[in-house]
Each structure stands twice: as C-alpha cells, then as structure tokens.
C-alpha cells in the first residue's frame, strides 16, 4: 500500500461544516479513488475525534451529523479559516484496496538525543506513527464492495433487494451470524438479520450463542454482528458476558464482533456483578477485531464489573493482534486493560469509570490501562478516542489513561475531567502526540520512572494541556530512584492552570522537571505556556547525586513563558545545579524572570545571565499578548503578527515544524509553538 501526504495549496481548503451553511462554491476534486483520514471536528460545545472514509468524488462525506467538502474563497477570509483548521489540511491518504486491517509488526528505531549545541539529527522519535505513516492502520471492516454494498452491516446498501449473507456481492467476505435480544431465538439459524414472515428463521438471541459462535463456530473471515438499538443483560453473573478465548482470525481475515441495522444506538452489553468483565479476550487470541458495541452497566457502585481485557497470564501466552473500534465503555469500575501485542483503541469513549473511592475496596481503577505484564503491552495504538472522568478523584493512583508500555502511541484522543490525565511509567518509545487535555483535577501528562525500570525514547509534541492544576511533570512515579531518558517535550500549548483547591502536593511549576530520577539527553523546545497562574511556569529541579545516572544534557530552549500575575516567577530554579542543564534562548514577559536558591529574585535576564553563567545569551524580555481565537480545538492563544515572539529565536534542527504541523525555516524561527 502506497502512502501519500497532500499539501493544501491556492484556496482548496478541506472544510467540516456542522450546519448547513457553506463558505463558497466546490473546487476542483481531488482524483483520487480512496483514502481516509483522522480530524476533529467541532459539534455544539464538544470536539469530537472521528475517522473521515472518502470514496469515489469526494463530493460529500458525512461523518454523523457533520459534512466535509473541498471549498474555496477570498484569500482574506480562507487564511483565517485554515488557521483554524490545519489540522485537517494536512491528512495522509492511503490510496487504492486497504487490504488488512492490521499493520505490520514495526521495527524499533532509536530516537536521536538533544544536545547542549543543535546540531544536525536524524528525524526524531521513530514511535509508531511519527510523521510519516509507515504502517498504515486503516479502520476495520465492513467495507464496500465494488457495487457499493457493504457487508455485514444488516443494510441494503446497493439497492439490489439483498443484504449481507445472501447478497452476492457479499460473497468474499465470509459469514455473517446476526443476533438480536428483540426479535432474535436461538432455535434460528442466525444467517438472517430480521426474521421472516413467517417466524421460521431468523436472528439468534442470547449472549451465551454469542460467545459460543465467536468461539466455536467463526472462521477467519466471519462477523458476529448484534443488532443496533438492542440491550442485552440476562447473562449469568458469575462469568464474563462474551469471553473471546483462543479465537483466531488471519491478517486479512480478521473475525469481527460487531453490530448491524440502522439504529444510530449501538448494541448495549448492560452487565453487573463484581469482577465479572463485559468483554474479555484472552488465551493465543489473534486478529479479532471488537466494534460498534456500548459495554455498560447499571449496578450500583461497589457491584460493578470492568469493561474489557485483553490480556492473558498462562505460560506466556497473550493475544496480539486485536483492534477495539468505536467502542462505548461507560459507568463501569475500570474502563479496560490491554496487556496483549498489536494492539488497537481507536475512535471509542471511555467515560465515567471509577470505584466508590475509599468506601470501595480492591486496588485502583483507571479508564484504561497498558501493562508489561507476562510479556505484553508492546506496540500498543490508542488513537482518537473520548476519555472522560475516569479514576476516582479521592485517589492520586487512579487515571483516566495509564501507561507502562513499549513502542505504543497516544495520538490524537481527548483527555478531559477525573483525577488525572496520562501517566507515562517505566515507558520505552513511546509518542503522545495531538491530544487535547483539558479540565483535569491534577496533571495532564506525567512521564518518570522507578526503581524497577526506566523511561526513554520519549516523545510528547503537539499537545493543547489547558485548566488543570498540573500541566507535564518529568517526575519520579514510585519508590526508589530510576533513569529518564532521551525525552522531547516540543511543540506543547500549556495554558490557564488551575489553583489547586487544598494547598500543597502539588508542584511549583505547571511545567515541572524534577531531580527525583536520574535525567539524561532531555530537549524542552519550542513549548508555549500562557497566562499561568498560581505557580511558576517552570519548575526545574536538578542536583546532582539524586538518582543512579547523572543529571546531564538537559536544555531548555525557544520556548514562552508569559504569566498571568506578575509577583510569580517564570522559572523556579531552587535546589538546581546549573551546571547540570542549559537555560538559553527562551521568552519572557515576566516581571520575576526566575527565583533561585535561597529564594533570590531575578528581576531581568541580565540579572540572571550574570548569576548563572551562559544562561538566555539569546533570551527576550517582551510584553506578549496573545489573539484568543476559537479553532477547530477551543479558544486558542495566536501571536499576532507584530510580537517581538515572531522571528527572533534561533532555529533547531530537532524541531522543524509547529504545533500545527507547518515547516519552521532554517532560519529566523518563531519562539513557542505556533510558527506564523
């Protein structure tokens, strides 16, 4: 499969509209015969992530109440809407048959170490997904055929009188078992999605046919498909609703348990019972794809089962391989574990999980969690999903997302409410890119180590972290020491933090490195923190002898610190060792630049400069406002074309483009993270 990237250029633009009013008349088509695409489009008061499919003309795509159209217009009012939109107008198409929906297993590649001096570098973090897509994942089936039907999805997509199963349009897609609490019994064949006229045939009912299908009957290539607008609860209680065990598909004949119909509500898997799963996939479980379903329940707190597992520890053997697509985990005690190989969460809302707190005992609770246990938790994909209010708020161990993993990535997902964002654990290659933190009661993304393994290869750029009382820590995660290393932390928007309700425990900087591991090859570039508050912007803390590696390589650069109240530091330098990192080349509009040891004020770079040798030999002190537009992501802070920020920053070779993904010069680079 080949791979291509389009840059918009003239005044083709690629516009989500959500009502019906249109910018200007249709541009010239793309010729291309397929593709898709990742974007987040803005519906009523919320961003919602989707995939957008494009076949055929590109007249047209709907992507549930929204619309997609090439458009054109006047030069003046087409640059303020791409600026609103440029994450939408850099999208990578992947042209001709899909094929499987499964990448190929990536190779690890090293990421390159920032130096005190930029130098020339190869392309940074190699975490799956970075810049190019060179295993392209595209969104599992059903697909159309070349008559415009798509199989296994209940509908009359071609207008032939036929669906699915007895469609022959369908012929090369397996075989589609259907199910349906309404008007389904098990006596029926399943090989219909409605029953006959004659109640001699039809969809089967219970869940108990749908584990056994799944298990038993399956081959590669099948779908087990429940029917949309229906509700499934009867199952006993002292077991998983569907347990997936040793079930396996192929590569390209994945088997699939999904949904069809026309009603926009997805199959609702309502379960209770402490310790039950709603979904587990277990055993040497491969090529599985799980979608289109709502696992909920409505027992109370303190009786509620977990949504999903993928995960198995019996002689080392676990599932790889497995897509979760388009899910709903809603109301559960913990949203989901994935402890297998290749593995997928796309598209899905992972909302309201939590226990009862201290009032409810067994361990801690997340959204979701990635684990190395028994041998897993490598090249793992969470991308576009809906994480909302998971992890009890009473408890600093809970998070709506926890990651322990290797060669996995967290992209374009929306993280907001609950107790914490992203923790990033004893992580090895790992990208967390384009995501969107938002209204957090602690942290939006903590990376740090401990003392039974290290985090490295670390890439975090391009993320919006706005309103929460931490933004990035880079700190210890547990007992003991351990070593961070190799970490970008570029291109980030971090902007109006919040005080936190109870004093102390929190940290002095809402973007806060700590002394508490060994730190090495560390770049902070090119970073934009806006009106904070509360706190220092900065908070770097590094001595020397704390952790079992040496503080070194450590440099902070062309980012902007512009504070909300003027008697708070830019920087909180206490208890650092300066000759462990470089300071240099960085914006302020502070009127306390920094406090050092023994709580000294520098109140000027030069006061700074001349405390801390070689330190902002290429700072500025300006006053910086920013433009506060609404975008396709929120309110978003512009500098406006005559700010000193424009222009003035000696360009790295380790940060060629911007928060929006365009090109940085070679020269005469933008501070912070938007390029103009």
């Known amino acids: ?17 959500i009502s019906s009013a249109l910018l200007a008349e249709e541009s010239q088509l793309v010729s291309l015969d397929s593709g898709r695409a990742t974007c987040l489009v803005r519906q009523g008061a919320r961003n919602i992530f989707g995939r957008l499919t494009f076949n055929g003309s590109f007249k047209r795509i709907r992507l549930r109440k929204a619309r997609v159209r090439l458009q054109n217009g006047r030069e003046r009012r087409l640059q303020k809407f791409v600026r609103l939109n440029r994450r939408c107008l850099r999208m990578e198409f992947h042209e001709g048959n899909p094929g499987s929906d499964f990448p190929p297993s990536p190779t690890p590649s090293s990421t390159p170490s920032p130096s005190a001096t930029p130098t020339p570098s190869p392309t940074p973090p190699s975490a799956p997904g970075d810049g ?29 009188g036929l669906v699915d199963n007895n469609d ?8 589609a078992y259907f199910f349906s609490s309404s008007r389904g019994n098990d006596a029926w064949s399943g090989l219909l999605p409605e029953p006959k006229s004659d109640l001699s045939d039809g969809p089967k009912r219970s869940l108990a046919q749908v584990e056994n299908y799944i ?27 569907v347990r997936i065990s040793s079930v396996q598909g192929t590569e390209r004949s994945p088997i699939i348990l999904g949904a069809y119909g026309d009603d926009p509500a997805r199959p609702r898997l309502d379960i209770g019972g402490t310790g039950d799963l709603v979904i587990s996939i277990t055993g040497n479980s491969k090529y599985v794809i799980v979608k289109d379903l709502t696992l909920t329940t409505t027992a109370p707190l303190g009786s509620r089962p977990q949504g999903f597992n993928v995960l198995n520890c019996v002689n080392d053997v676990r599932p ?28 899905s809302i992972i909302k309201n999980n939590f226990k009862q707190g201290p009032l409810e005992a067994g361990g801690h609770t997340q959204g979701l969690y990635v684990g190395h246990q028994c041998g897993g938790g490598n090249f793992v994909t969470i991308e576009g999903n809906w994480f909302e209010n998971n992890g009890s708020k009473e408890s600093v161990y809970d998070w709506n997302t926890y990651l322990s993993c290797s060669d996995c990535s967290f992209e374009r997902n929306y993280v907001t409410d609950g107790s914490a964002g992203l923790k990033l654990r004893k992580c090895t290659r790992v990208t967390v890119r384009d995501n969107i933190f938002s209204d957090i009661d602690s942290v939006g993304i903590s990376l740090g180590a401990d003392n039974d393994g290290v985090s490295e290869d670390t890439l975090i750029e391009r993320n919006l972290i706005r309103r929460t009382i931490d933004g990035i820590t880079v700190v210890r995660q547990s007992t003991g020491f351990g070593d961070v290393r190799n970490v970008f932390i570029r291109n980030n928007i971090l902007m109006d933090n919040l005080p936190r309700p109870v004093e102390g425990g929190d940290y002095r900087g809402y973007l806060t490195f700590s002394t508490a591991d060994g730190h090495t090859d560390v770049l902070i570039a090119h970073n934009s923190l806006v009106n904070i508050r509360h706190k220092a912007a900065v908070q770097i803390n590094l001595a020397p002898g704390a952790g079992p590696a040496p503080q070194q390589n450590v440099k902070i650069t062309n980012n902007i610190f512009q504070m909300g109240e003027e008697s708070l530091p830019a920087l909180d330098l206490t208890g650092t060792d300066s000759s462990l990192l470089s300071v240099d080349g960085n914006m302020y509009d502070a009127a306390i630049v920094a406090k050092g040891n023994g709580g000294v004020l520098y109140t000027s770079l030069a006061d700074l400069s001349s405390e801390y040798s070689g330190w902002e030999d290429h700072g500025l002190e300006a006053e910086l406002l920013f433009d506060r537009e609404e975008s396709d992501l929120g309110e978003l802070p512009f500098l406006p074309d005559v700010s000193a920020a424009r222009d003035s920053a000696v360009c790295l070779s380790e940060v060629r483009e911007d928060f929006f993904r365009s090109q940085r010069p070679t020269v005469n680079c933008d501070f912070g993270a938007e390029e103009g």
């Open 1 to 17: 499969m080949s791979v291509r990237t389009f840059t918009w250029s003239g005044f083709a633009v690629l516009a989500i509209l």
């Open 320 to 347: 790889e391989h497995i897509i979760l697509d388009n899910l709903e985990v809603i109301n559960l005690r913990y949203g989901g574990t994935i402890q297998g190989n290749y593995v997928a969460l796309k598209n």
């Open 215 to 241: 298990r038993n009957v399956a081959q590669p290539g099948d779908a087990v498909l429940l029917r949309r607008g229906d509700e499934w609860k009867e199952h006993d209680l002292s077991v998983s609703a």
């Open 132 to 160: 190019k897509i060179d295993q392209p994942s595209p969104s599992p089936s059903p697909s159309p055929t070349a008559s415009g039907e798509v199989c296994w999805d209940g509908r009359d997509n071609d207008d032939d």
């Open 168 to 175: 022959p349009d369908c012929s090369g897609f397996g075989t």
